[in-house]
């Protein structure tokens, strides 16, 4: 990211708030091998249901998206759509091995709360560069969280790789910078408001994260 870059200023603004996303204790828990599997499959269960209304939102970027776009602009899009696809699929398999019944899931009130801001994110009134921005940052939570699941001192259970690389990859990282791109060029002459509006849906973004994190590392009972 370039410095004076939209990404660059809102990482650096937000900093504290963004660690703490990324270095959330459930994801602490995975990368040192002491999480309980109660909570891996309570996480997994909420975080399907949350994908599904993801694909939605990504539906709803890419109808936002401006009609003179280059067509390697729309292709990351489109290939974030096809991504999710496939991630629903993933979701379904891991569910069986993992005994959980998606179908019988009760959504916790942060996910409620999540799908909801995605759901206004929709909407015709938000515009292009606020909602590319708040895809970037979704992803890049996911990526940089579970990246740290996959370095060399990391004691990730071996039940669990599959998952952490599932975000934590090379190749995911290479798309959250390709969108980090977007949201650059897509607010490099946008309005003051735009801008604003922007990095007020990425601040919310983290406190989301935060909280979605928070309730899958909850102890059940």
Not at 101 to 119: G, H, M, S
Not at 127 to 156: G, H, N, Q, R
Not at 163 to 190: C, I, Q
């Amino acid at each position: 990211m370039e410095a004076g870059s939209f990404t660059a200023d809102f990482l650096k603004q937000n900093h504290d708030l963004y660690s703490a996303a990324t270095n959330h204790s459930f994801i602490a828990s995975i990368r040192d091998g002491s999480i309980d599997a109660q909570n891996f499959k309570l996480w997994m269960e909420q975080d399907y249901h949350f994908v599904r209304e993801f694909v939605r939102f990504v539906a709803s970027v890419l109808v936002k998206m401006p009609r003179d776009s280059p067509e390697c602009d729309v292709d990351i899009i489109l290939g974030g759509i096809t991504a999710l696809e496939s991630e629903i699929t993933w979701f379904r398999k891991e569910a069986n091995f993992w005994q959980i019944f998606l179908e019988r899931v009760t959504l916790l009130q942060p996910n409620k709360d999540y799908c909801a801001f995605l759901k206004q994110l929709e909407g015709s009134d938000t515009p292009f560069t606020v909602a590319i921005s708040a895809f970037w940052l979704i992803e890049l939570v996911y990526c940089v969280s579970f990246m740290s699941c996959l370095e060399k001192d990391a004691k990730t259970p071996f039940e669990l790789i599959s998952t952490v690389k599932r975000w934590g990859s090379p190749e995911f990282h290479d798309y959250t910078l390709k969108l980090m791109k977007l949201v650059d060029k897509a607010l490099e002459n946008a309005s003051k408001d735009e801008q604003k509006q922007a990095h007020e849906a990425c601040v919310r973004v983290l406190e989301l994260e935060l909280k979605f994190w928070d309730m899958a590392g909850f102890v059940l009972g």
